[in-house]
């Protein structure tokens, strides 16, 4: 069996970092939300502008992942009115605290691309 | 705006992490994969024994999710016949590709894990 990060631990230590995992997961899991975090992370956007940098999500499904990102804190809301009332997203400070996860699945996904190409 | 790993990138460099992102999120994203594969991460399990370790998920699910994390190469089938036949699920050594990702989110569903404590 290949060793991961657990093989050297209680089961009790085990569970913990299952928990932690799935903790992380339930959070910032699925398939969107971690794209949408990286599409703002340019700057504050538009719900439009969000959905065309985040190809192939629906507007409903957009809606209802900026609510939850919103209500966990990772994103807000500004209204801005100067001819016309605008509304954009943007990052909260919160959502830096993301960096290390977003930088190792970077990582390993370049990782993953390279080991694909090779076989082809 | 709170700066992620992205702002010091030209946008078609980010448009690279994006990528690589959305392509780690695409194989190993989603609310199952990677805890079943943390399940896996003390030793080979039969069927039963992950369903009970992974706490939620459906028969249907777990076999769906076991044969992409086959096709991904992370999870092999181990057919083991000594009185009766017996099927295992255990680790491939490309799994262990995944350590720096699971590393970070444990890390950081720990720190939320204090954070929403202190919220409480």
Do not use: P
Not at 17 to 46: C, E, F, P, T
Not at 58 to 73: F, M, P, T
Not at 78 to 91: G, N, T
Request: charged share 25%.
């Amino acid at each position: 069996m290949a060793e991961l990060a657990t093989s050297h631990l209680s089961q009790q230590q085990c569970r913990g970092k299952l928990g932690a995992v799935s903790d992380a997961l339930y959070v910032i899991g699925g398939k969107w939300k971690l794209r949408i975090v990286l599409a703002l992370d340019q700057g504050h956007k538009r719900f439009n502008e969000i959905q065309r940098a985040v190809t192939g999500i629906s507007a409903r499904v957009l809606s209802h992942e900026l609510k939850e990102l919103e209500i966990n804190g990772f994103v807000q809301r500004k209204i801005c009115a100067e001819r016309s009332v605008v509304i954009e997203y943007e990052l909260t400070e919160y959502s830096s605290t993301l960096q290390e996860v977003l930088e190792a699945l970077s990582r390993w996904g370049e990782m993953h691309q390279r080991k694909i190409r090779t076989e082809l």
